[in-house]
């Protein structure tokens, strides 16, 4: 994912079901995330840095309690840079909204990672002795649905270290959510994969055996998963089987977005690629203004805010699905700096209607003439 050069954060008041929407505006598309736990106001508070502080039951009852989001220098630790800790517990409910389910985070200054229940579920940035910022990007991670203890104290533990000037969870909202536009999925693929950071193409044979690749969660950078420093190729590959209630259907592979660019197969069969979403209403903008900004243009390039930007939805040829026994996706990524991987969701399948239904809610403002909702397929 390349920098944020501006991020707003607003609260969307929903007018039905009395709910909350948090939209993060990036200045080129939105992601929504439906929270249903708000973290905003009092955490536990303590500078230095001890392994411990990330277990679960640790005592933390003698530590200092700020306010987050906001900048610990504006809260009595004025010219402190260096380690520091959050910490703070949080009962969840059962909930049947989703079966995925995040944490936001907001902007933290300058590099964290995060543990839930004292298990490590993600990091941005890198620390030192190899330290790299990461004060300007969005930190939001996956938190597996096995971790939480529903009814029961759940704690998030958050290790952060300033290099100088702001310091902490600067900027919000901090909430516990999911991804609003998964009700459109009539089948959610997010979840375990797996992934080899190189490609060959006996990877697309079905039979092909993949125990013995690394596991990751989709979605959600890799640098955020523990594979720092990473850029280059890299192969995905999920076995499912197709749920029984969408057959006979035309139905679409959704992948959320993608940094940087990405080639798909369904059994064996290659069914998009990143150029094919440039004319399509998801991808549909004349990318060499942006690019003349950044000194460089190219006539054939028509993605106005990266590759990584662009949501990916591909149309699934008829037949090509299984109704019986086991499909695989292969989805081949090709990253060029910063962050990489299937970074933001939904990941599934959907209807037709469904897809235009997404399509309408996340349409690019700026359109090329002969615009048509899936001109790629």
């Known amino acids: 994912m390349k920098t944020f050069y501006l991020i707003i954060f607003t609260l969307l008041l929903a007018t039905s079901h009395g709910s909350c929407t948090i939209r993060y505006d990036y200045g080129l598309s939105p992601q929504l995330l439906e929270p249903l736990i708000s973290l905003d106001g009092s955490w536990k508070f303590n500078i230095g840095d001890d392994e411990n502080w990330a277990r679960q039951d640790y005592d933390d009852s003698h530590w200092d309690s700020l306010r987050a989001p906001g900048r610990w220098q504006d809260q009595g630790y004025v010219g402190y840079n260096g380690y520091a800790w959050y910490r703070r517990s949080v009962i969840m409910a059962p909930t049947s909204a989703s079966d995925q389910l995040y944490l936001h985070l907001g902007n933290i200054d300058d590099v964290n990672e995060v ?92 039979d092909f055996d993949d125990n013995e690749w690394l596991p990751i969660y989709v979605p959600a950078t890799w640098e955020s998963q523990g594979f720092a420093n990473y850029d280059g190729t890299a192969s995905y590959r999920k076995v499912f089987e197709l749920d029984r209630h969408i057959i006979d259907q035309q139905l679409f592979l959704i992948l959320g977005k993608i940094d940087d660019k990405d080639r798909v197969y369904l059994n064996g069969q290659l069914i998009g690629k990143t150029e094919d979403m440039y004319k399509t209403a998801l991808g549909n903008t004349n990318r060499r203004n942006w690019n003349i900004w950044r000194g460089w243009h190219n006539n054939n390039d028509w993605n106005s805010g990266g590759d990584w930007q662009i949501r990916r939805a591909y149309r699934i040829p008829a037949e090509l699905l299984k109704t019986n026994g086991p499909n695989t996706i292969v989805v081949v990524v090709e990253d060029f700096g910063e962050n990489g991987g299937i970074y933001e969701g939904p990941i599934g399948i959907m209807t037709e209607e469904n897809c235009l239904t997404y399509i309408k809610e996340h349409r690019r403002t700026v359109f090329y003439k002969k615009f048509h909702p899936f001109r790629s397929y």
């Open 115 to 206: 543990y839930f229940n004292g298990v490590f579920i993600g990091q941005t940035g890198s620390f030192p002795p190899e330290y790299k910022t990461a004060y300007n990007h969005n930190v939001l991670y996956p938190v597996p649905k096995e971790l939480i203890q529903f009814n029961a104290s759940n704690t998030i533990a958050i290790r952060v270290f300033d290099e100088g000037r702001d310091g902490g969870i600067v900027s919000g909202p901090l909430a516990i959510g999911y991804y609003a536009d998964e009700r459109l999925l009539s089948q959610n693929l997010s979840g375990d994969w797996k992934i080899s950071f190189d490609y060959n193409s006996r990877y697309l044979n079905e």
